[in-house]
């Protein structure tokens, strides 16, 4: 059975067509966004993996190797069983900085470009077999598809001119699908889908093929038994090649399948989640890998039965055909042009991409301005055609040469010798660049030498120069050769990452690789001010439009303002430029503009931890903790919150001054979000709190009370403490920890406390003012009478009159001390002036002399005339009244109460001494508190001693309570010391 040229182009081509339209319509939207993102839709696209030599070439590899064959699907069905721990991480790098293939990851890991031209070069060959096998499937099948019944196998595979145009025309039409979906640089989800696509079309056609091998065959699996057992060596056939130590080095082949092959790399890690379909992934890919193994050995063996007449590769083909189906052969040959493509395509992506960020823009350089995107894109599309001109090329000089097997082993052994550094990049920060380049020159040279160079020229032995001995070259020994190039790779990569110590930045590349940046959370400086100013530093690299358009991007995906002066976010829009900047041009040109521009500066603290940027991973990473992980997370947050519910309002700083947390009640008494303030610096903030939390952490006091801040809705009374935080480890510096408690309302009750106080005091001298008020008045009145009876007599009348004045004038004096007495003496500190503290004492003592009905004591004021301080004078008389009114009351009959002061420095020190009884040890450490007194019931209110500490803190002062008096068994001495001068005061 054969069929019409024409026809097969008009299938072909309708296919394509169909494939086209699948990849426009995801692309422009037209497809729902919850089918193209499907956990299912990945997967599929993941079939890249099953290429035209999974659809053809592996019945020779199972003709040849037996159950060997599945070493195939085992090797990469076990990284993908275990695709979080072996796949994960790596996808995670990808995504988090941007990394569009193979070689920028290791460029990353191993910060070296030398790393990414070699990687490149590799790649390169080892995808030119891949390459053509593709090309060779599709050319055999459609010659196959067309040759007559009545012409000799061998002009099948000598019409050379038929098979060299078909292939020609395919490879112009995947230049043209490639360049058109995936040359752009955002993520391809028409790529996508239309890989899905294609690997549907192939599952569907293979297990087509093998179902009809077993029902329509063999009648069935019984009879598939009978059959196996009339033609054991059909069994045996599958059983005797595995004895062999070359089927035992296919495992070893194909292991690295799923991490080094370019194609599989840039679909799984660059163009899909991974991180939202690992789970699915590591059974679902299997899965399919399993639903691609059934039908091989169905195909295999049915194609003996109906003695198919071609070479085991195309049994899938020619066992439709043998059967005279033209349904199954047209949906067979579908499925292997599916393969083919989506291979094809992925290849020539990944390939592009690595010589474009490895080879030319290293090499190139680029003209600045808004067509630098332009250029870019214009040189993937060189690229990738460049590269399907190079498999084209490869194909035609091969001249069919070699099977589809031998094809794909020859990239498989070569791809291998990756195996080694990208597994260190996760899981051995020692590894180094030079070992890493040494290890890959050694077993490559040794695949280049021994398989590459004899596939195009034919040679097939190499004598060792001044031996006898021949080295045997050739696919026929690639078991060999597979051994021997691994084994140098791995010793030297090994050796020399073992003797080598790797420079800094590889280190830190490693610590980023081996777990993810919570492994280095180095909090780094950047010398930029402004979101703003990336754009200036940019343009010089990339010119004005495209500096600014990168930016914007950033800031966008960070939702980041162009005023935003955060060192965090900073930080952060830093590292999403050179992410991005890492998927336009490469992970090295990328880290080459930044370190350039906007280089990161060490902190001068030595282990400051970013730990905003721990805190916003561990957010994100949350719900994928387990285990004690997942237990001390919950521990973290648990103490997070108390602190950020605390009533209290609190803020820590890192030892350079950055804020790292701000908690709802800083929130509420400053009026500034967590979320603004988080990450910035003390200086960034608004005024009055920058000067008071940037000159308290600054200053040695670890206690300021009662600090006075004007804010809109009034005065506000702060008072502010302060801890050191001790790093718990060793890469976590020492911090601070502020607490402001607002004492706005104790402000405000003490005064009326103050107030009370001195009602109840002016209560108390009442009585006295009243007595001493009647004398003057009684000899006002006496003065009055007699005054009329001299008014002959103007000396007489004058005389009363001045007497009149001087007793009105003592009334006056008294009342005046009275009620300047009862005044609430509430100045504001700025209004504090120079004040005698010998006439604030001498004045208490004329308003308590005034009380008759107390206790008559004598009291001394020895406080020198030139004792003087910044103060409110109303409130140290209040002190005075306090301290010697309590003192007479505690005080015998005629005692003294002598009030002494000195100037030590700038701090006035006075003392209040009494000769009473005492105060018991029991009571002193109460007596400053409010309404404690050891005075009997409404003799007194408690208040005293307390408004005394009070009015002594305000003005930034130490009271100490000395009994019994030194030298003496009894008495009690009050010692204040008051600074000449505050702090906040100017002079």
Same mark, same amino acid.
């Given at each position: 059975?054969?069929?019409?040229?024409?026809?097969?182009?008009?299938?072909?081509?309708?296919?394509?067509?169909?494939?086209?339209?699948?990849?426009?319509?995801?692309?422009?939207?037209?497809?729902?966004?919850?089918?193209?993102?499907?956990?299912?839709?990945?997967?599929?696209?993941?079939?890249?993996?099953?290429?035209?030599?999974?659809?053809?070439?592996?019945?020779?590899?199972?003709?040849?190797?037996?159950?060997?064959?599945?070493?195939?699907?085992?090797?990469?069905?076990?990284?993908?069983?275990?695709?979080?721990?072996?796949?994960?991480?790596?996808?995670?790098?990808?995504?988090?900085?941007?990394?569009?293939?193979?070689?920028?990851?290791?460029?990353?890991?191993?910060?070296? %470009?030398?790393?990414?031209?070699?990687?490149?070069?590799?790649?390169?060959?080892?995808?030119?077999?891949?390459?053509?096998?593709?090309?060779?499937?599709?050319?055999?099948?459609?010659?196959?598809?067309?040759?007559?019944?009545?012409?000799?196998?061998?002009?099948?595979?000598?019409?050379?001119?038929?098979?060299?145009?078909?292939?020609?025309?395919?490879?112009?039409?995947?230049?043209?699908?490639?360049?058109?979906?995936?040359?752009?640089?955002?993520?391809?989800?028409?790529?996508?889908?239309?890989?899905?696509?294609?690997?549907?079309?192939?599952?569907?056609?293979?297990?087509?093929?093998?179902?009809?091998?077993?029902?329509?065959?063999?009648?069935?699996?019984?009879?598939?038994?009978?059959?196996?057992?009339?033609?054991?060596?059909?069994?045996?056939?599958?059983?005797?090649?595995?004895?062999?130590?070359?089927?035992?080095?296919?495992?070893?082949?194909?292991?690295?399948?799923?991490?080094?092959?370019?194609?599989?790399?840039?679909?799984?890690?660059?163009?899909?989640?991974?991180?939202?379909?690992?789970?699915?992934?590591?059974?679902?890919?299997?899965?399919?890998?399993?639903?691609?193994?059934?039908?091989?050995?169905?195909?295999?063996?049915?194609?003996?039965?109906?003695?198919?007449?071609?070479?085991?590769?195309?049994?899938?083909?020619?066992?439709?055909?043998?059967?005279?189906?033209?349904?199954?052969?047209?949906?067979?040959?579908?499925?292997?042009?599916?393969?083919?493509?989506?291979?094809?395509?992925?290849?020539?992506?990944?390939?592009?991409?690595?010589?474009?960020?490895?080879?030319?823009?290293?090499?190139?350089?680029?003209?600045?301005?808004?067509?630098?995107?332009?250029?870019?894109?214009?040189?993937?599309?060189?690229?990738?055609?460049?590269?399907?001109?190079?498999?084209?090329?490869?194909?035609?000089?091969?001249?069919?040469?070699?099977?589809?097997?031998?094809?794909?082993?020859?990239?498989?052994?070569?791809?291998?010798?990756?195996?080694?550094?990208?597994?260190?990049?996760?899981?051995?920060?020692?590894?180094?660049?030079?070992?890493?380049?040494?290890?890959?020159?050694?077993?490559?040279?040794?695949?280049?030498?021994?398989?590459?160079?004899?596939?195009?020229?034919?040679?097939?032995?190499?004598?060792?120069?001044?031996?006898?001995?021949?080295?045997?070259?050739?696919?026929?020994?690639?078991?060999?050769?597979?051994?021997?190039?691994?084994?140098?790779?791995?010793?030297?990569?090994?050796?020399?990452?073992?003797?080598?110590?790797?420079?800094?930045?590889?280190?830190?590349?490693?610590?980023?690789?081996?777990?993810?940046?919570?492994?280095?959370?180095?909090?780094?400086?950047?010398?930029?001010?402004?979101?703003?100013?990336?754009?200036?530093?940019?343009?010089?690299?990339?010119?004005?439009?495209?500096?600014?358009?990168?930016?914007?991007?950033?800031?966008?995906?960070?939702?980041?303002?162009?005023?935003?002066?955060?060192?965090?976010?900073?930080?952060?829009?830093?590292?999403?430029?050179?992410?991005?900047?890492?998927?336009?041009?490469?992970?090295?040109?990328?880290?080459?503009?930044?370190?350039?521009?906007?280089?990161?500066?060490?902190?001068?603290?030595?282990?400051?931890?970013?730990?905003?940027?721990?805190?916003?991973?561990?957010?994100?990473?949350?719900?994928?903790?387990?285990?004690?992980?997942?237990?001390?997370?919950?521990?973290?947050?648990?103490?997070?919150?108390?602190?950020?519910?605390?009533?209290?309002?609190?803020?820590?700083?890192?030892?350079?001054?950055?804020?790292?947390?701000?908690?709802?009640?800083?929130?509420?008494?400053?009026?500034?979000?967590?979320?603004?303030?988080?990450?910035?610096?003390?200086?960034?903030?608004?005024?009055?709190?920058?000067?008071?939390?940037?000159?308290?952490?600054?200053?040695?006091?670890?206690?300021?009370?009662?600090?006075?801040?004007?804010?809109?809705?009034?005065?506000?009374?702060?008072?502010?403490?302060?801890?050191?935080?001790?790093?718990?480890?060793?890469?976590?510096?020492?911090?601070?920890?502020?607490?402001?408690?607002?004492?706005?309302?104790?402000?405000?009750?003490?005064?009326?406390?103050?107030?009370?106080?001195?009602?109840?005091?002016?209560?108390?001298?009442?009585?006295?003012?009243?007595?001493?008020?009647?004398?003057?008045?009684?000899?006002?009145?006496?003065?009055?009478?007699?005054?009329?009876?001299?008014?002959?007599?103007?000396?007489?009348?004058?005389?009363?009159?001045?007497?009149?004045?001087? %007793?009105?004038?003592?009334?006056?004096?008294?009342?005046?001390?009275?009620?300047?007495?009862?005044?609430?003496?509430?100045?504001?500190?700025?209004?504090?002036?120079?004040?005698?503290?010998?006439?604030?004492?001498?004045?208490?003592?004329?308003?308590?002399?005034?009380?008759?009905?107390?206790?008559?004591?004598?009291?001394?004021?020895?406080?020198?005339?030139?004792?003087?301080?910044?103060?409110?004078?109303?409130?140290?008389?209040?002190?005075?009244?306090?301290?010697?009114?309590?003192?007479?009351?505690?005080?015998?009959?005629?005692?003294?109460?002598?009030?002494?002061?000195?100037?030590?420095?700038?701090?006035?020190?006075?003392?209040?001494?009494?000769?009473?009884?005492?105060?018991?040890?029991?009571?002193?450490?109460?007596?400053?508190?409010?309404?404690?007194?050891?005075?009997?019931?409404?003799?007194?209110?408690?208040?005293?001693?307390?408004?005394?500490?009070?009015?002594?803190?305000?003005?930034?002062?130490?009271?100490?309570?000395?009994?019994?008096?030194?030298?003496?068994?009894?008495?009690?001495?009050?010692?204040?010391?008051?600074?000449?001068?505050?702090?906040?005061?100017?002079?």
């Amino acid at each position: 059975m054969t069929f019409d040229i024409f026809e097969i182009a008009l299938i072909s081509i309708a296919y394509l067509v169909v494939l086209f339209g699948i990849a426009f319509s995801a692309d422009k939207g037209l497809i729902p966004q919850k089918i193209v993102r499907h956990p299912i839709i990945y997967i599929l696209a993941l079939g890249i993996f099953a290429s035209a030599w999974a659809y053809y070439g592996v019945i020779d590899l199972a003709f040849q190797f037996g159950y060997g064959a599945l070493a195939y699907y085992l090797g990469t069905g076990a990284l993908f069983l275990f695709a979080p721990v072996a796949i994960a991480p790596l996808a995670q790098l990808a995504r988090r900085f941007q990394i569009s293939s193979l070689a920028d990851l290791l460029v990353f890991r191993y910060h070296s %470009q030398a790393v990414g031209v070699m990687t490149t070069a590799c790649m390169l060959l080892a995808s030119l077999p891949l390459l053509a096998l593709q090309i060779q499937a599709i050319a055999d099948t459609l010659q196959i598809l067309t040759f007559r019944n009545s012409e000799p196998l061998p002009a099948l595979l000598s019409n050379w001119s038929f098979r060299e145009v078909m292939a020609l025309a395919y490879c112009i039409v995947l230049v043209i699908f490639t360049i058109l979906f995936g040359s752009n640089r955002e993520n391809h989800p028409g790529l996508i889908v239309a890989m899905a696509f294609e690997t549907l079309v192939k599952v569907i056609a293979f297990c087509a093929i093998g179902l009809f091998a077993v029902y329509g065959v063999f009648g069935g699996m019984d009879g598939l038994d009978q059959w196996l057992f009339d033609y054991p060596e059909n069994l045996e056939l599958l059983h005797s090649p595995i004895k062999d130590s070359s089927s035992h080095t296919l495992l070893l082949v194909f292991l690295a399948t799923a991490v080094a092959m370019p194609h599989i790399f840039h679909m799984s890690v660059v163009e899909s989640p991974l991180h939202q379909t690992t789970s699915t992934l590591s059974w679902a890919f299997p899965l399919f890998l399993l639903l691609m193994a059934l039908p091989i050995f169905p195909i295999l063996w049915a194609g003996f039965e109906l003695g198919v007449p071609l070479p085991a590769q195309y049994f899938t083909l020619g066992i439709p055909m043998a059967a005279e189906s033209p349904s199954l052969t047209i949906l067979a040959f579908l499925g292997g042009l599916s393969a083919a493509t989506g291979a094809m395509i992925s290849l020539g992506l990944a390939l592009s991409t690595m010589l474009l960020n490895q080879w030319i823009l290293p090499a190139t350089r680029l003209e600045r301005g808004e067509n630098l995107y332009r250029q870019l894109l214009w040189l993937r599309r060189i690229i990738i055609f460049t590269v399907f001109a190079l498999g084209y090329a490869f194909y035609q000089i091969l001249n069919n040469h070699l099977s589809l097997t031998h094809l794909a082993l020859m990239a498989f052994i070569e791809t291998l010798q990756f195996l080694p550094g990208i597994f260190a990049v996760a899981y051995w920060p020692t590894a180094n660049s030079r070992g890493f380049l040494t290890g890959l020159s050694l077993g490559s040279l040794v695949w280049l030498v021994a398989l590459f160079v004899p596939a195009l020229t034919g040679i097939n032995h190499l004598p060792i120069p001044g031996t006898e001995y021949i080295l045997p070259l050739g696919i026929e020994h690639w078991s060999n050769i597979t051994l021997i190039s691994l084994g140098l790779n791995v010793s030297a990569f090994v050796f020399l990452s073992l003797i080598i110590k790797p420079s800094v930045e590889e280190h830190y590349s490693a610590e980023l690789c081996a777990e993810d940046e919570l492994s280095h959370p180095l909090r780094m400086i950047l010398d930029v001010h402004s979101a703003g100013e990336f754009t200036e530093r940019l343009s010089s690299s990339l010119g004005k439009t495209t500096a600014r358009k990168e930016v914007k991007k950033a800031m966008d995906e960070l939702n980041i303002s162009v005023h935003d002066r955060r060192p965090y976010a900073l930080r952060r829009l830093r590292n999403k430029l050179e992410a991005n900047l890492s998927g336009l041009m490469g992970t090295a040109m990328a880290a080459d503009i930044l370190n350039r521009n906007i280089h990161y500066h060490l902190p001068e603290a030595k282990g400051t931890a970013d730990i905003n940027l721990i805190e916003s991973r561990l957010t994100q990473y949350r719900s994928h903790l387990t285990g004690l992980a997942a237990e001390l997370n919950n521990l973290r947050l648990y103490h997070r919150n108390t602190l950020e519910e605390l009533p209290m309002a609190a803020c820590s700083l890192g030892q350079d001054m950055e804020i790292l947390m701000w908690n709802h009640a800083m929130q509420q008494l400053t009026g500034i979000s967590a979320e603004s303030v988080a990450g910035s610096q003390l200086e960034d903030l608004q005024t009055p709190w920058r000067e008071v939390l940037k000159g308290f952490s600054a200053s040695p006091i670890l206690h300021l009370h009662k600090q006075q801040l004007n804010l809109d809705d009034g005065p506000h009374w702060i008072s502010l403490h302060k801890a050191t935080i001790a790093g718990p480890v060793a890469n976590i510096a020492d911090g601070q920890v502020i607490l402001l408690e607002d004492m706005t309302e104790t402000q405000l009750l003490e005064q009326e406390l103050v107030h009370s106080e001195r009602l109840a005091s002016v209560g108390r001298l009442a009585a006295g003012v009243a007595h001493e008020i009647g004398n003057p008045i009684t000899g006002i009145a006496c003065l009055a009478q007699n005054l009329k009876y001299e008014t002959d007599d103007p000396e007489a009348a004058l005389e009363t009159a001045e007497q009149i004045l001087s %007793q009105t004038n003592r009334v006056s004096r008294i009342v005046q001390s009275l009620v300047s007495f009862s005044h609430t003496g509430q100045q504001e500190k700025a209004e504090f002036m120079d004040v005698s503290l010998r006439d604030c004492a001498e004045e208490a003592i004329q308003l308590l002399s005034l009380q008759k009905e107390k206790t008559q004591v004598q009291f001394t004021n020895l406080l020198p005339d030139d004792l003087n301080l910044r103060a409110d004078s109303q409130r140290l008389i209040q002190v005075f009244i306090n301290l010697l009114s309590n003192a007479r009351d505690a005080s015998p009959q005629d005692s003294e109460i002598r009030i002494e002061g000195e100037l030590q420095g700038d701090v006035v020190i006075f003392t209040v001494t009494d000769e009473g009884s005492g105060i018991p040890p029991e009571h002193q450490a109460r007596v400053l508190e409010p309404f404690f007194t050891s005075k009997e019931p409404g003799e007194g209110t408690g208040l005293g001693l307390a408004m005394v500490y009070s009015i002594v803190e305000e003005h930034e002062g130490q009271l100490e309570l000395i009994s019994p008096v030194p030298g003496q068994l009894n008495g009690t001495q009050i010692r204040i010391k008051l600074p000449r001068q505050l702090e906040t005061q100017g002079e």
